[in-house]
């Protein structure tokens, strides 16, 4: 039975963990299927065609092999789980746990590790969402390790077929099949819990980074000035409705000229207008019809006069006596407010600038009629009030000034749609929104298909980039004991971490070389150890001729074919021929004393590899890839380099986030830059992730004189 939940939140890991094995019980007979017809067909990698067979005929029976594979799963889903709860800090240092991995485990660790990066590759969307979930779910600023991740599921798999089946050939078999075409459905795995951390409200926002702190602190202030400007709005709307003009009328909208808040730009793409809008401004009788005669003298009015030329103020004054309310009259006033900002807001171009003029009179009918067009980011009408600004300043970063281009067309035929005229005004919004996004996917297709060479190089170099990374972790597993004789281990990690690099990066194409790798290195490691027995000294002899053959072939690939390779075969030669030679009739004190030595020995050179480490690889001990999680497509920076600004775009992120692919506005130039660098450059100040407000919160702010004294307790104090 499942543990009680103690809280919310482990609830709701709890219905996460239910979800995982009700989605694996219901795809566990197709994938059975598909996998026992992949084990019979007649061309698969190298092995003995019996295991195949065997591990076919035994997948027959899934409803057997189901309950195993949902215990072990279930079990390492909590295991993953509550290693990510908080652990006391041990008071001393001679308190903290020691504990020996076992060399078996720690292989099959990395063995679980290279099977999962193709599927880590495939669902690398899937899991950065649900991660930022996990994270936000668990009050961290992100999850350095996915419980949920491919791995899991591959190590459970494998536990279960040990415990169905106890040969050892038929769960090799199965194993090296496992592809993301023939696994379980990961994807709708992790779709299903993502549904269900959403269905409780655990957002997947960015996560702030160590160098956006500064930003941590706006968006609390953010939040308060919300709701500040909530309750005035609340408080200006109930006095115009009911007991008259608001007393103090508006504050002096002296926006002309000023630019974009703290800076231009907005993060991950979204509408320049704020995600969750004023709650709580909902007021009574919102959505209510206009007055007939309004409408009628709103139509009534010239183009000039009501869309560019006088300004909505002029509107107040020009209504006939007794037209407008006293609530009318303060809508035109903070609606004129808005377009004042957006008018003196030098970010936007000039040219977006003029087409959002346009839109005065559309919007002053939208915001009549329904109020929440100040209280609701996403109301239709203020959703393409703040699109059309934030585009409008991206050409100004993008320095796109020409009006005949496809992205202004686009712009100019939303507004044209949205200034129908008509009882469905919401609707005509609502409609000149989704062309207008349905245009910016165009945009967004034509910019992929222009960086379609630099992201399949980056693509290639970041495949390259993770396959050393793992060979570096399978040598430096095995070499880490102290146990292995310099002049291997010396060629493991100088030579043979080459040779597992092409081996991973071929794995794909050529399933098994990264077993056949592997495997020569094994031997090579038991070859050079002692043999204290005739059988074992027989079997290293046997061994020997296959043995050198398959690490010449593999150092063909790498085409290492100087000198030091000679040397290497003769040093390894003497190391064999002193095994061979070795006295086998050594008395038992003195194999005990030569043992006693030897773990001395490796003792000494694990505390030299001990004492090298910390600085080596505690420089960073946060990996970028997860200091960049809150970064998304369509972000842009500002790059300084010997005292020259430019603007550029985040225009693509690798699946593993170890790349990022940068564009100017005119897609002309493309640079790519590793995920270390970036961290570097925003650290240093040299990158700045341009962000900004949308021009309806910042106009009704100033227009409501909700400052920064008023929700910040440091201006205030």
């Not at 030098?346 to 959002?356: G, N, W």
């Not at 070795?582 to 030897?598: C, I, K, N, W, Y």
């Amino acid at each position: 039975m499942p543990p009680r939940a103690v809280s919310p939140r482990h609830a709701v890991l709890e219905e996460a963990i239910g979800i995982a094995l009700r989605e694996v019980r219901a795809g566990f007979a197709t994938f059975c299927t598909a996998l026992a017809a992949r084990l019979l067909e007649p061309c698969q990698p190298p092995g003995d065609p019996r295991d195949r067979l065997r591990a076919a005929s035994l997948l027959r029976d899934h409803a057997t092999l189901l309950p195993l594979v949902l215990g072990a799963l279930e079990r390492a889903l909590r295991e993953e789980l509550a290693q990510l709860a908080p652990q006391p800090r041990p008071s001393r240092e001679a308190d903290q746990p020691l504990a020996l991995v076992p060399y078996e485990e720690m292989d099959q660790r990395v063995a679980f590790a290279a099977m999962a990066r193709p599927f880590d590759a495939a669902h690398a969307d899937a899991l950065a969402t649900l991660n930022a979930r996990l994270a936000r779910l668990l009050e961290r600023h992100t999850l350095r390790v996915n419980p949920f991740r491919p791995e899991v599921f591959i190590a459970a798999l494998h536990q279960a077929w040990a415990g169905f089946d106890g040969e050892e050939g038929s769960g090799t078999a199965v194993m090296a099949l496992l592809q993301a075409d023939c696994f379980l459905d990961l994807g709708g795995i992790y779709a299903a819990v993502d549904r269900a951390l959403d269905g409780h409200g655990v957002l997947a926002g960015p996560v702030r980074r160590p160098w956006a702190r500064q930003d941590i602190q706006a968006q609390a202030h953010d939040a308060r000035r919300e709701a500040r400007l909530a309750s005035q709005l609340r408080e200006f709307f109930g006095q115009s409705g009911a007991d008259g003009a608001p007393q103090g009328g508006l504050a002096s909208t002296q926006t002309s000229g000023q630019p974009g808040g703290r800076g231009s730009g907005q993060t991950g793409g979204q509408t320049s207008g704020q995600a969750s809008g004023l709650t709580g401004g909902a007021i009574s009788g919102q959505a209510a019809a206009l007055d007939p005669r309004l409408l009628e003298w709103l139509a009534s009015m010239p183009p000039a006069q009501g869309a560019n030329a006088v300004p909505l103020a002029s509107l107040k004054r020009a209504a006939p006596r007794g037209m407008l309310s006293r609530a009318d009259e303060g809508t035109i006033d903070l609606l004129g407010a808005v377009f004042e900002t957006v008018s003196g807001d030098q970010a936007i171009s000039p040219e977006s600038r003029e087409l959002l003029q346009l839109l005065q009179l559309p919007l002053l009918k939208a915001a009549l009629a329904d109020k929440e067009f100040f209280f609701q980011a996403e109301h239709p009408a203020r959703t393409l009030l703040e699109l059309l600004s934030r585009m409008g300043w991206e050409r100004s970063l993008a320095g796109a000034e020409r009006r005949d281009d496809r992205q202004f067309q686009a712009m100019r035929r939303s507004v044209d749609l949205a200034a129908r005229d008509g009882d469905a005004a919401t609707t005509a919004f609502a409609q000149a929104v989704r062309e207008l996004e349905a245009a910016l996917k165009v945009e967004e297709a034509d910019a992929a298909a222009a960086l379609a060479v630099p992201v399949a190089s980056a693509l290639k170099q970041e495949k390259t980039a993770t396959a050393r990374r793992a060979a570096r972790d399978a040598v430096a597993l095995r070499v880490g004991t102290g146990e292995v004789v310099a002049v291997v281990e010396a060629f493991l990690e100088n030579k043979w971490t080459d040779v597992l690099t092409v081996a991973y990066s071929i794995d794909d194409d050529k399933p098994g070389a990264v077993r056949h790798a592997t495997q020569a290195m094994d031997d090579l490691l038991w070859s050079v150890r002692p043999k204290l027995g005739a059988e074992e000294r027989k079997a290293l002899i046997a061994k020997l001729p296959g043995l050198l053959a398959t690490l010449n072939r593999w150092l063909d690939v790498i085409k290492w074919q100087d000198a030091d390779r000679l040397r290497f075969f003769a040093e390894l030669a003497d190391c064999h021929a002193s095994i061979v030679r070795a006295p086998l009739d050594m008395p038992a004190e003195r194999r005990l004393e030569l043992s006693v030595q030897a773990t001395q020995l490796a003792a000494e050179r694990r505390l030299a590899r001990a004492a090298q480490a910390p600085r080596t690889a505690g420089v960073a001990r946060t990996a970028p890839e997860d200091e960049l999680a809150g970064l998304a497509r369509g972000t842009w920076f500002d790059f300084t380099e010997e005292g020259v600004s430019r603007k550029v775009k985040l225009a693509w992120i690798s699946p593993l986030r170890s790349l990022y692919i940068f564009s100017s506005g005119t897609r002309q130039e493309a640079f790519s830059l590793p995920a270390q660098d970036l961290v570097q450059r925003l650290n240093a100040g040299t990158a700045t992730v341009l962000q900004a407000e949308g021009v309806v919160v910042r106009a009704l702010s100033r227009a409501l004189a909700v400052n920064d004294a008023d929700t910040d307790p440091a201006v205030a104090a």
